[in-house]
């Protein structure tokens, strides 16, 4: 079993994302809707994702 804990960004504990360390140095990522799907993660990969996901939020909406 993982420590799964909630990202200090998620309101209410609705929506919320987990992520646990494993013993391997991995880290697992689900989210609180569908705890049964368990991304695996090494932190590489999850600091690429966030950034991503960070730029996307920042990028500027096309015009209409």
């Given amino acids: 079993m993982y420590a799964w804990q909630k990202s200090s960004f ?11 360390p ?9 989210e ?4 049964e799907t368990i991304l695996t ?3 590489a990969d999850l600091r690429g994702l ?10 500027t909406p096309p015009p209409t």
């Avoid at 494993?22 to 689900?30: A, N, S």
């Avoid at 609180?32 to 705890?35: A, F």
């Fill in 10 to 20: 998620s309101a209410d504990g609705v929506n919320c994302v987990n992520i646990a």
């Fill in 22 to 30: 494993t013993p391997d140095g991995t880290l697992r990522l689900r």
């Fill in 32 to 35: 609180s809707d569908h705890p």
């Fill in 41 to 43: 993660l090494s932190q």
């Fill in 50 to 59: 966030l950034g991503v996901l960070k730029a996307d939020r920042t990028a």
